[in-house]
């Protein structure tokens, strides 16, 4: 395995559990798995509230050779690296993804602490807001380069209710199975954004002819630890970047950003795919041609531009990339899979990209009859819709809930979607299971 490195004296007892992992992986692998007495005898740490010795889990690990490198034991792994939310779905340890359970959901804006989490590599360890800087570059007039301070002094400060989706949101209920970390509901969040407008930045730096998209970067590094190699860079088409909505958000629901949510800058871009509201943002580059990062290519965020069946091997030449998300609405009242009264009031968030929605109906009755809910106007553009219903059964026994919502071009959620390989855009209707006592 080479010369291994030297541990920092104490770091162990200071850093989570995820940063030990990721700064010190053969230390990490020594303390855990070891069955040396003496590296047995040394404690771990106790920062994350965990107490632990060398061979923390007790017995032996089989395929312990097979172990990556760096790679934080799913047995405890949420331990440290959901420190600051509450009660999200683990999905993915490396890179971190983790959702938030549909009834946690209910707040008309999502708690920074039950925001979901989707990273594409490893989150920077350096997140001083201080010492961030952002420069916009590429075909502009003026190259800049910001810090969060001049952001904040030299532009107009925002604050919006703005939607973030996954555009693997619901993979998990294609069948046969799409490739990709198993989302059900709960890839999705609206906090409130405080900020700045990238169209007000963009226009300083001013943007020259022939600019068709944007590029960005962030600090989070590749889980091969190469360095220079980048995880994601996504960008949007310069009409979407010149939009009122979105921003280069520096505060969340009135707080610091969540670290594992980009902080202390990132972009937030409502109505598309998660992945184009880089975190930890450190540049915007402006382009003559359409980016071609990491995960912009190939198949990447991209769906078949016709109808496949499953299992159809398509043509990367036949994917286009994902723009706009779909009209969807989400159930958070009551929790599927409950008892509940005779008469009980359902309620949720309906969103539709860079549309807005204009009804949301219910039923109880497998879908034979529908019966409309009362929907709010959203707060601002680009913020989902929330919604409700007090809703009577007929007598007791079991029912389900299904929700969809129409959109304001009249498009309405189905309640299915056509299969395609990675497991985009699935908007089916959401159903909740209910036993009325």
Same mark, same amino acid.
């Given at each position: 395995?080479?010369?291994?490195?030297?541990?920092?004296?104490?770091?162990?007892? +200071?850093?989570?559990?995820?940063? @030990?992992?990721?700064?010190?992986?053969?230390?990490?692998? &020594?303390?855990?798995?070891?069955?040396?007495?003496?590296?047995?005898?040394?404690?771990?740490? +106790?920062?994350?509230?965990?107490?632990? +010795?060398?061979?923390?889990?007790?017995?032996?690990?089989? @395929?312990?050779?097979?172990?990556?490198?760096?790679?934080?034991?799913?047995? @405890?792994?949420?331990?440290?690296?959901?420190?600051?939310?509450?009660?999200?779905?683990?999905?993915?340890?490396?890179?971190?993804?983790?959702? $938030?359970?549909?009834?946690?959901?209910?707040?008309?804006?999502?708690?920074?602490?039950?925001? !979901?989490?989707?990273?594409?590599?490893?989150?920077?360890?350096? #997140?001083?807001?201080?010492?961030?800087? =952002?420069?916009?570059?590429?075909?502009?007039?003026?190259?800049?380069?910001?810090?969060?301070?001049?952001? &904040?002094?030299?532009?107009?400060?925002?604050?919006?209710?703005?939607?973030i989706e996954c555009g693997g949101?619901?993979?998990? !209920? !294609?069948?046969?199975?799409?490739?990709?970390?198993?989302?059900? #509901?709960?890839?999705?969040?609206?906090?409130?954004? %405080?900020?700045?407008?990238?169209?007000?930045?963009?226009?300083?730096?001013?943007?020259?002819?022939?600019?068709?998209?944007?590029?960005?970067?962030?600090?989070? %590094?590749?889980?091969s630890g190469k360095e220079g190699? =980048?995880?994601?860079?996504?960008?949007? +088409?310069?009409?979407?970047? *010149?939009?009122?909505?979105?921003?280069?958000?520096?505060?969340?629901?009135?707080?610091?950003?969540?670290?594992?949510?980009?902080?202390?800058? &990132?972009?937030?871009?409502?109505?598309?795919?998660?992945?184009?509201?880089?975190?930890? =943002?450190?540049?915007?580059?402006? /382009?003559?041609?359409?980016?071609?990062?990491?995960?912009?290519?190939?198949?990447?965020?991209?769906?078949?531009?016709?109808?496949?069946?499953?299992?159809?091997?398509?043509?990367?030449?036949?994917?286009?990339?994902?723009? /706009?998300?779909?009209?969807?609405?989400?159930?958070?009242?009551?929790?599927?899979?409950? $008892?509940?009264? /005779?008469?009980?009031?359902? /309620?949720?968030?309906?969103?539709?990209?860079? &549309?807005?929605?204009?009804?949301?109906?219910?039923?109880?009755? !497998?879908?034979? $009859?529908?019966?409309?809910?009362?929907?709010?106007?959203? #707060?601002? =553009?680009?913020?989902?819709?929330?919604?409700?219903?007090?809703?009577?059964?007929?007598?007791?026994?079991?029912?389900?809930?299904?929700?969809?919502?129409?959109?304001?071009?009249?498009? *309405?959620?189905?309640?299915?979607?056509?299969?395609?390989?990675?497991?985009?855009?699935n908007n089916t209707m959401h159903?909740?299971?209910?036993?009325?006592?």
């Open positions: 395995m080479g010369e291994e490195e030297e541990m920092p004296k104490d770091s162990h007892e +200071t850093k989570g559990l995820y940063a @030990f992992f990721a700064d010190s992986p053969r230390e990490a692998r &020594r303390q855990f798995f070891d069955s040396e007495p003496e590296m047995s005898r040394r404690g771990f740490f +106790t920062g994350a509230g965990l107490v632990a +010795t060398g061979g923390l889990l007790g017995m032996a690990v089989p @395929f312990y050779a097979n172990m990556p490198l760096g790679l934080v034991p799913a047995a @405890f792994a949420s331990e440290d690296v959901l420190i600051g939310k509450d009660g999200l779905t683990l999905l993915n340890d490396r890179p971190i993804n983790a959702e $938030t359970p549909a009834h946690l959901l209910d707040d008309a804006i999502t708690p920074t602490a039950r925001h !979901f989490i989707r990273n594409n590599g490893l989150p920077p360890e350096d #997140v001083d807001a201080a010492g961030w800087s =952002l420069t916009v570059d590429g075909l502009v007039e003026n190259t800049l380069e910001l810090s969060i301070a001049d952001l &904040r002094t030299q532009f107009e400060v925002v604050t919006m209710a703005l939607a949101n619901g993979r998990a !209920f !294609f069948d046969p199975p799409a490739s990709g970390n198993q989302w059900t #509901v709960g890839a999705v969040g609206c906090s409130e954004w %405080t900020g700045v407008r990238l169209a007000d930045v963009l226009k300083k730096v001013g943007v020259k002819p022939g600019v068709v998209y944007t590029a960005h970067y962030g600090a989070d %590094t590749h889980l190699k =980048l995880p994601i860079s996504r960008g949007v +088409t310069i009409a979407k970047a *010149m939009t009122d909505n979105v921003p280069i958000a520096f505060a969340m629901n009135g707080g610091a950003l969540h670290k594992q949510n980009g902080a202390p800058l &990132r972009l937030v871009v409502p109505g598309w795919p998660g992945s184009c509201s880089q975190k930890w =943002l450190t540049r915007i580059q402006l /382009r003559d041609i359409v980016h071609d990062g990491p995960k912009m290519t190939g198949t990447s965020y991209r769906v078949p531009r016709y109808p496949v069946a499953p299992g159809d091997k398509v043509p990367k030449e036949d994917f286009e990339i994902i723009e /706009r998300m779909p009209v969807k609405a989400l159930v958070t009242a009551p929790k599927s899979d409950s $008892t509940a009264s /005779r008469e009980v009031e359902v /309620r949720g968030h309906a969103w539709s990209g860079d &549309r807005t929605v204009s009804a949301v109906d219910l039923s109880i009755d !497998f879908g034979k $009859t529908w019966m409309g809910a009362d929907l709010d106007e959203p #707060v601002n =553009l680009g913020a989902w819709q929330n919604w409700r219903r007090v809703v009577s059964f007929p007598e007791v026994g079991y029912y389900e809930v299904w929700a969809r919502a129409t959109d304001s071009a009249g498009e *309405m959620q189905p309640f299915a979607i056509d299969w395609n390989p990675k497991g985009y855009l159903r909740v299971a209910l036993r009325v006592a």
